[in-house]
């Protein structure tokens, strides 16, 4: 079945680090890739997302190529701020039947000024 | 304002006393789910639902239940809570089944059942 894989936090960076957040995913098809962050105390939000292979999805100073040679979203940001802390969820959708999103388990980020 | 309610943000409840959680979307949206979330496990969907009278199994059934009477309600049904259905719940709605349409979460219900 499908799967997603991010790397595990915590990640802790000063403000203006340059961020990277892995994710590899499984899937069968072409899935539509997905990253969504959740706020302190909220619901999940979409990010940025990308539909098909090459497509760069963008929002926020963030970005992450849809690679599908070696089935990535890597997120990735220039310079990062203190309202950046959130967890980061990476996830697919195959379609179908069921708009079904499979997600990552959330890397948790933290920006300290 | 374009949103995804649900009610009530935070519940404590006692073991196998029946509880529904509420969701309603405004936005005339097809597709609703319900996802819980777990320390460690990420987000895994309960049940979903492609339209009014359609609902489905999600990876993680046992022990909830559904209904999709209107198209902007999709209440949530624990019969008989246990413990393990301790978590944070959160309803989400999409414009269509089709992949690729973003999905809207509501603000979250956090579920405790000693």
């Known amino acids: 079945g499908d799967s997603v894989t991010q790397m595990e936090g915590p990640v802790t960076l000063s403000e203006e680090a340059f961020l990277t957040i892995n994710c590899t995913y499984t899937?069968?098809?072409?899935?539509?890739l997905f990253w969504y962050v959740q706020y302190p105390g909220e619901g999940l939000q979409l990010l940025l997302k990308a539909t098909k292979a090459d497509d760069k999805g963008s929002n926020k100073g963030f970005e992450a190529t849809y690679r599908k040679e070696t089935t990535s979203f890597h997120l990735e940001k220039g310079s990062v701020q203190v309202s950046d802390s959130a967890v980061y969820f990476c996830?697919?959708?195959?379609?179908?039947?069921?708009?079904?999103?499979?997600f990552g388990k959330g890397t948790l980020l933290t920006v300290n000024p | 304002e374009a949103q995804v309610t649900q009610n009530p943000r935070y519940l404590i409840t006692v073991t196998g006393k029946k509880l529904t959680v509420t969701c309603s979307q405004n936005?005339?949206?097809?597709?609703m789910s319900w996802y819980r979330q777990d320390p460690g496990l990420g987000l895994r969907q309960i049940y979903y639902s492609m339209n009014v009278e359609v609902t489905d199994k999600g990876d993680v059934p046992e022990g909830y239940k559904v209904s999709r009477k209107e198209k902007r309600n999709f209440p949530l049904i624990l019969e008989s809570p246990s413990p393990n259905q301790t978590s944070l719940y959160f309803c989400?709605?999409?414009?269509?089944?089709?992949?690729?349409?973003?999905?809207?979460f509501g603000p979250g219900t956090r579920l405790t059942v000693t």
């Open positions: 936005m005339n949206h097809e597709y």
């Open positions: 989400a709605s999409s414009l269509s089944y089709a992949g690729g349409y973003e999905q809207y």
């Open positions: 996830a697919l959708s195959s379609g179908g039947s069921n708009y079904k999103l499979t």
């Open positions: 899937a069968t098809g072409y899935p539509s």
